[in-house]
């Protein structure tokens, strides 16, 4: 029996449009995603085994334990593929926040999915690791590719691998609100083309490494829909900038916000200034 302990990662959408709904249900998007080395801490022990046994638990009794969690999902749709001879007990120790639109899930499936590939010395090749995540869920596959990514689709297209380079954020969220995805699909208004501009400057921003520029262009199609339903959350992004980020956003469907700031020491001196017992604060930065 042997264990091993990884980290996973979070993302954050520093461009989010969404489009209209396709006919299995979910709705186009075109979102530009950076990791964050925001994530859970994960201790897998597995021994050999004729077939493949897991056993999950988690540190947080709101994340499911059984066939529902992400990352049980993504080991039973890997063994599909290829069979994994092993009994895996995997425990998370969670760190982000659920319900955020920071890919905790996705990001926990995804860091075991490529841990389990590399134990298994390159089982599977990037595209039934993809296969395997979209069928999960549809952040999952964008944490197989290394840098800033570029999707479309349900997020599962990649469109364009941006080179990854520091940036330091803030990221919050309020502990008693979480938004409703189906809500915020429900009742955005979707328009693929209305942010051209922005998502322009953000791949500017890339290829310049230019943080300013990023911070200025930031954009999510949620925004105004969620901000409007929750004005507290408008007034936490409004504080974060006031603290000293160079600008701020909803990521996902929300409820976390983040800022970008300056450097680590200005991103540790937001951090501080807005700490309260009624938010969740990290300060991370950008991560291949």
């Not at 955005?188 to 990023?214: P, Y």
């Not at 990521?251 to 540790?268: M, R, Y």
């Amino acid at each position: 029996m042997e264990s091993y302990n990884i980290k996973s990662k979070s993302k954050l959408n520093l461009f989010l449009e969404v489009g209209g709904m396709r006919s299995d249900g979910y709705h186009e998007i075109h979102t530009i995603m950076v990791k964050t080395s925001l994530g859970d801490d994960i201790r897998i022990t597995l021994e050999k085994s004729k077939q493949l046994g897991i056993n999950l638990s988690c540190s947080d009794d709101n994340v499911p334990d059984n066939e529902s969690n992400t990352v049980f999902k993504i080991i039973n749709e890997l063994n599909k593929i290829k069979p994994i001879p092993y009994k895996l007990d995997i425990y998370i120790d969670k760190n982000v926040p659920s319900k955020a639109g920071l890919g905790g899930a996705s990001g926990d499936a995804a860091a075991v999915a490529i841990w389990l590939n590399e134990f298994l010395r390159g089982y599977y090749v990037i595209d039934e690791l993809v296969e395997a995540g979209k069928n999960v869920g549809a952040d999952i596959p964008s944490f197989f590719y290394p840098g800033i990514v570029e999707l479309q689709g349900i997020g599962e297209k990649l469109v364009s691998q941006y080179e990854n380079f520091n940036i330091n954020f803030v990221v919050a969220k309020f502990k008693n609100i979480d938004v409703d995805t189906a809500y915020a699909y429900r009742n955005i208004k979707n328009d693929l083309t209305k942010s051209k501009e922005n998502i322009i400057l953000i791949r500017n921003s890339i290829f310049n490494k230019d943080i300013r520029l990023m911070a200025s262009a930031l954009s999510n199609g949620f925004e105004s829909l969620v901000l409007k339903q929750y004005k507290v959350m408008l007034f936490l992004k409004n504080e974060i900038i006031e603290n000293g980020a160079l600008g701020a956003c909803l990521t996902g469907s929300g409820s976390a916000v983040f800022g970008i700031a300056e450097n680590e020491e200005q991103a540790l001196m937001i951090k501080e200034r807005i700490t309260s017992p009624d938010l969740e604060v990290f300060a991370c930065k950008s991560t291949v």
